[in-house]
């Protein structure tokens, strides 16, 4: 489509705020940080909390406006809630203690609890309490560019996981899950031209809807090597799930070894799977490891074969739990007894959970609940599994649930959609009267996406050591004109008319007049990623100008009264 921006930003870089650094930012974790804090775009104020420079704040900006023109081509309409929210709204939904610590919490000056709002559903549902009487108000979404604050316990990756940040946040409100089914569908396709029109490399996995509940949960996932995110991918089936929720079909025969009575077996001093295996001389997969789980104060044990990992997304959903971690060690001795490294499932304190794979062994080894000692030849008869399930966590190379075999990627998240379903206007008095005068509760769908979040994205699929290479719909500066010697009238006075002609025309421009050797000024350009770089220097005797693209290696030189055309066709307009 052309791109248009009308009344763009002008910087004069000899009297506005600009700066580049030359070197690398030790205390940046990654690529993109790195880069935005070295062209003067962002500055780090604290742990998780950066500054929008000029240039920065317009990079933003520009994704701010790709997804507010998809936003309002759908039919949603903006508004703006307070970050400030009485701390009551989340204990009336349920969720204040769900986010627990990461809730950034304060009192007003008569001792009345408010809390910095971490995500909106509460007050969206009040809002859209005001209009909804009958059927005959819905459906409709609402939407909103509002700051957010998570008190993450480990911010980093520059933008990538901070306390503070603006997200655009969708709600849509429907009579029953068809049409929360069309609204879902057309919020999709909207992000989907968003992510594309943002030039980024994605894939959409399904994911755990966590704190947000409700019926479906999907992630638009940027594949960057720093993403937090591991996405499990089957090519062939064209299949994508966030590891946390990928499930591991039960595949293979079940063992047909006749089973046969378990016994103790001394192992001193082996702790570990690789000590147990090795001390006995048996093969990982026979062995079965017990870790014990703390879930929201209470003890269980999940069993799964030695050379698997637990997941505690699955384990969580199953005892219907929102905080788990890994027991310390007075924890493991009250459950088992025993100390770290002997658990097993017979004769122990807790529930035990149990992998499904499991189901598939004959006689395998597990810890005995006692200090250097192991069973061997145990089987599930022998013990009270409380449930046996999905628990483990998917590995490279097994099949998914689709029948091909899965690698992983990172991925930064750049968006979500969820189906909430009636989690919410439930809890916040959200009803209509249908057609028949019968009350019934309004259907939401949530869906989310970080401005912040994919620009640094952008960045770190697009650059190199030393610039910044934006697609041309984000670019904070569409047009730099740069001269080469500012001591020379005829190259400063046309610099100067070009610049006024841009902004004139509605471009982000930015003219170069300050006193500088060329070659500063060229890796500036680069380093902030102007898409089109015009430079005015000895050419000019001739009545010629240099013209480079950001996406291309080689400059054009062409006469001085075709560049505003040869602009125009760059930018399709």
Known sequence: MPFIRMGG???????????????DKSDEESESSNLLVRAGMIKKSSAGHYMMLPLGLKAVRNCERIVREEMNAIDSCEVLMPSLIPEEVYVDSGRRETFGKSMFSLKDRNERPYVLGPTHEELFASAARMKIRSYKDLPFTLYQFQTKFRDEPRPRFGLIRVREFTMKDAYSFDRNLEGLDAAYKKMFQAYIKIFDRMDLEYVIVTADTGVMGGLLSEEFQALSPIGED????????????????????????????????????????????????????????????????????NLVAVCVRGDRDVNETKLRKLVGGFESQLANADEVKRATGAPIGFAGPVGINVPVYVDQEISLMRNFITGANEGDYHFVNVNLDDFEAAEIADLRMIAQGDRSIKGGYVYFAHGIEVGNTFKLGTKYSEAMDLYYTDDNNERKPVFMGSYGIGPARCMAA????HHTDNAILWPKNIAPVQVAIVIVNTKEEKQLETGEKLYELFKQQGYDVMLDDR???????????ELIGAFIRITVGRDL??????????DKDEAEVLPLDQVSARVAEIYER
Do not use: W
């Open 458 to 461: 952008i960045v770190e699929q």
């Open 9 to 23: 930003q002008k910087m004069r870089l000899s009297r506005d705020y600009f700066f580049t650094l030359r070197e």
């Open 515 to 525: 006193d500088e050797r060329v070659g500063v000024k060229f890796n500036d350009m």
């Open 541 to 550: 005797k001739d009545g010629m100008v240099e013209l480079k693209t950001l």
């Open 230 to 297: 591991i996405v499990v991918i089957d090519e062939e089936n064209n299949y994508a799930a966030n590891i946390e929720v990928t499930p591991c079909p039960l595949i293979g025969e079940a063992d047909t070894e006749e089973k046969k009575p378990y016994e103790k077996v001394y192992t001193p001093e082996a702790r570990t799977i690789k000590d147990v295996t090795t001390h006995l001389g048996m093969p990982v997969k026979k062995f079965v490891k017990t870790m014990i789980y703390n879930v929201d104060g």
